[in-house]
């Protein structure tokens, strides 16, 4: 490794030592991914851990810990971590990394040890509150949870009698893996809303226009090229584990290329910087693709095999030679336009840097990583473009799928099998989905407050759940005039673990855990696998390995605090006290028939069902639930790819129908 001048300099004044003495192993011991972490607890000894506490120093005292995994809760990465419960005092001192974790493999960025200071945060909501005098007031109540129930169920249950449309759930940060989503079609309502058409609907809906899955999925540590329209080691969803994977795919010589105005810490570190301007991406990724088609950069077997080349040639060149080689010539025709001198002048980048990166996103070929998320798909009109842009590079490099490439979020997420699956609703709610916005990806929350007053509708009960629009949209106070009119918002009940703008507005406050003190499946595209990992609330496991029962969470929580999972079941069970909404039928147990499932059931069968996980957890003498409450997560599979080019058996293709709009 050649010696910068200051080290030189610095040495020559006596100002350092000579350390351009030192051998450089750095060629011979090259590292090409991460190493093996050490001086973490073995899981064998998470039941009783012993460190010397750090603040006793001189004097070497120990502390004995109950070490129990879970997830953090912090973005949507879902990492793994450690929560170290003291024996004695039963309270949790740290958080570190689950090296158990196969997306996060024990490595967190802040977010997740700052969980410390989140359940230790002296101003949290820890009880059930209602309000007792007008919206907006501040003035509170502390109820019981029974209470809480009883009167939110009485609503839920009168307003199912009269419609279908009129129970909103608005969530911020889901962090579990439709659980919600079935709760809801329990209850027979189209009631689900979400912040997503203000967060990522653009460059969801530019993949979705791709292959139905609105998400990539980059296997950014096998790549050659690594192309991210984004300011800082994907800023995206999954900070961690995917800055993990570019830095490992670095490593083993990986060209980094960042479009982004910023020149972020990641952008200093790129072979290629492309400081774009603001919503001139798209035209960048078009003149790309004009040279890898111009220069016969692309892969011909993929393009051939894969895209519907021949129905765009028959139905917009009808009278054009059904040949791939004439699709060439036409796409030669339709892209003239996108020259590196035009998408310079757009971006205000130099057209040679354009050629430059355009030649090396082609030589990458199948080992082609890229990814986009909000930034410049969602910040600007027209951003959806942006991402069916950048994919378009994917699809003519042939790097859909492969190793190195970039896959659909479905071939690396984990999808559940419940005990229990509730047919889809039938109603429609025009206030989530307007149908004069026909080609909306996702629900069209941002104006909810709008259409209610216009007229448009109301709602009789509504849950805002780790959703805090009065401060994050950008039109908070007409939140503010809609929440403040019970009319038009009959009940608001606000789902957090904290207080915010919005709970400010709701007439039942009820605090929901922080990432140790509740229970979620998580499972996300991080990687080349797929993986499952367990949320929990490690008080309650804790609780569990010391031998006492617990019925709920809130009883070994701070407080009272409590989660959505159980509060979700005990509400559905109340909403139905008479068993004629058809809703108790999807809460039964699979295990003791004719009672109502618990919290521990629900992921007993999830687990019991999941490929692998049974004969895994056998091998521990474990069962499938108790080998995630141990581990806290498991791989799935390690490696997915081509799935396109799986073969479809004869049922399934006998079995298939084709749907009215095609």
């Known amino acids: 490794m050649k010696r910068s001048w200051i080290e030189t300099f610095s040495e020559s004044i006596g100002?350092?030592?000579?350390?351009?003495?030192?051998?450089?192993?750095?060629?011979?011991?090259?590292?090409e991914g991460p190493r093996e972490l050490y001086k973490y607890p073995e899981p064998s000894e998470w039941d009783d851990f012993m460190e010397l506490d750090s603040q006793s120093w001189p004097e070497k005292k120990e502390r004995h810990y109950s070490i129990v995994p879970t997830t953090c809760f912090n973005c949507e990465s879902a990492c793994g971590l450690l929560a170290y419960i003291d024996k004695d005092t039963n309270e949790v001192r740290k958080f570190e990394g689950n090296p158990h974790h196969p997306g996060s493999r024990g490595r967190n960025c802040a977010k997740g040890p700052a969980t410390i200071n989140q359940i230790n945060d002296t101003e949290r909501i820890l009880y059930p509150l209602k309000r007792k005098s007008e919206r907006g007031s501040g003035e509170w109540v502390r109820i019981t949870w029974d209470q809480a129930l009883d009167e939110i169920s009485e609503k839920i249950a009168a307003s199912l009698k009269k419609s279908k449309e009129k129970v909103v759930y608005h969530v911020g940060r889901p962090g579990h893996e439709g659980y919600a989503e079935r709760v809801l079609k329990a209850w027979g309502v189209d009631g689900h809303n979400s912040h997503t058409n203000i967060c990522s609907a653009g460059a969801r809906t530019g993949y979705a226009l791709w292959h139905k899955y609105d998400r990539p999925s980059p296997d950014h540590t096998n790549a050659e090229v690594i192309l991210l329209a984004s300011s800082h080691l994907e800023t995206g969803h999954y900070f961690n584990?995917?800055?993990?994977?570019?830095?490992?795919?670095?490593?083993?010589?990986?060209?980094?290329?960042?479009?982004?105005?910023?020149?972020?810490?990641?952008?200093?570190?790129?072979?290629?910087?492309?400081?774009?301007?603001?919503?001139?991406?798209?035209?960048?990724?078009?003149?790309?693709?004009?040279?890898?088609?111009?220069?016969?950069?692309?892969?011909?077997?993929?393009?051939?095999?894969?895209?519907?080349?021949?129905?765009?040639?028959?139905?917009?060149?009808?009278?054009?030679?059904?040949?791939?080689?004439?699709?060439?010539?036409?796409?030669?025709?339709?892209?003239?336009?996108?020259?590196?001198?035009?998408?310079?002048?757009?971006?205000?980048?130099?057209?040679?840097?354009?050629?430059?990166?355009a030649r090396i996103v082609g030589k990458a070929g199948s080992k082609l990583s890229t990814h986009v998320w909000r930034g410049a798909s969602i910040g600007n009109l027209g951003g959806w473009q942006v991402a069916r842009t950048l994919h378009l590079l994917n699809v003519l490099t042939g790097s859909v799928g492969t190793e190195g490439g970039?896959?659909?979020?479905?071939?690396?997420?984990?999808?559940?099998?419940?005990?229990?699956?509730?047919?889809?609703?039938?109603?429609?709610?025009?206030?989530?989905?307007?149908?004069?916005?026909?080609?909306?990806?996702?629900?069209?929350?941002?104006?909810?407050?709008?259409?209610?007053?216009?007229?448009?509708?109301?709602?009789?009960?509504?849950?805002?759940?780790?959703?805090?629009?009065?401060?994050?949209?950008?039109?908070?106070?007409?939140?503010?005039?809609?929440?403040?009119?019970?009319?038009?918002?009959?009940?608001?009940?606000?789902?957090?673990?904290?207080?915010?703008?919005?709970?400010?507005?709701?007439?039942?406050?009820?605090?929901?855990?922080?990432?140790?003190?509740?229970?979620?499946?998580?499972?996300?595209?991080?990687?080349?696998?797929?993986?499952?990992?367990?949320?929990?609330?490690?008080?309650?496991?804790?609780?569990?390995?010391?031998?006492?029962?617990?019925?709920?969470?809130?009883?070994?929580?701070?407080g009272e605090v409590w989660e959505e999972d159980e509060f979700w079941i005990e509400l559905s069970w109340r909403i139905d006290k008479d068993g004629d909404l058809g809703i108790r039928k999807h809460f039964m147990s699979p295990y003791r028939k004719g009672e109502k499932i618990n919290i521990d059931e629900y992921y007993q069968y999830i687990f019991e069902n999941t490929n692998g996980l049974p004969e895994t957890a056998e091998k521990e003498g474990l069962t499938p639930l108790e080998y995630m409450r141990k581990f806290g997560a498991y791989l799935v599979d390690s490696e997915v790819y081509v799935k396109n080019e799986d073969s479809i058996s004869d049922d399934v293709m006998n079995s298939a129908t084709v749907k009215e709009n095609g």
Not at 15 to 30: G, H, Q, V
Not at 509 to 532: C, F, K
């Open 15 to 31: 100002l350092i030592s000579k350390i351009s003495d030192r051998p450089d192993w750095s060629e011979e011991f090259a590292m």
């Open 406 to 558: 970039t896959s659909p979020s479905e071939w690396n997420k984990f999808h559940p099998k419940f005990f229990d699956t509730p047919p889809s609703p039938d109603a429609w709610n025009e206030l989530a989905w307007p149908k004069e916005y026909t080609l909306n990806h996702y629900e069209m929350s941002q104006i909810l407050p709008h259409l209610i007053k216009d007229g448009r509708g109301s709602m009789d009960v509504y849950f805002t759940r780790v959703f805090n629009p009065v401060w994050t949209f950008p039109d908070g106070f007409s939140w503010i005039e809609m929440l403040s009119d019970a009319e038009k918002v009959g009940c608001h009940i606000a789902l957090t673990p904290t207080w915010n703008e919005t709970a400010f507005f709701a007439d039942y406050v009820l605090p929901m855990g922080h990432a140790s003190e509740r229970h979620d499946l998580n499972s996300y595209e991080t990687q080349s696998g797929v993986w499952i990992a367990f949320r929990q609330p490690v008080l309650r496991e804790k609780a569990r390995r010391d031998g006492k029962e617990v019925e709920f969470t809130y009883e070994v929580n701070p």
């Open 241 to 357: 584990p995917h800055a993990q994977r570019i830095m490992e795919g670095m490593m083993k010589g990986a060209k980094l290329i960042v479009i982004d105005p910023r020149l972020s810490n990641t952008a200093s570190m790129a072979d290629e910087w492309m400081p774009t301007y603001p919503g001139s991406e798209s035209a960048v990724f078009m003149s790309m693709a004009k040279i890898i088609i111009d220069e016969e950069m692309y892969d011909r077997h993929y393009m051939e095999n894969w895209v519907n080349w021949d129905e765009y040639l028959k139905n917009l060149h009808p009278n054009d030679p059904v040949e791939f080689d004439q699709f060439i010539k036409r796409l030669n025709e339709e892209w003239a336009e996108y020259t590196p001198e035009y998408a310079a002048k757009e971006a205000q980048i130099d057209a040679e840097q354009i050629v430059r990166v």
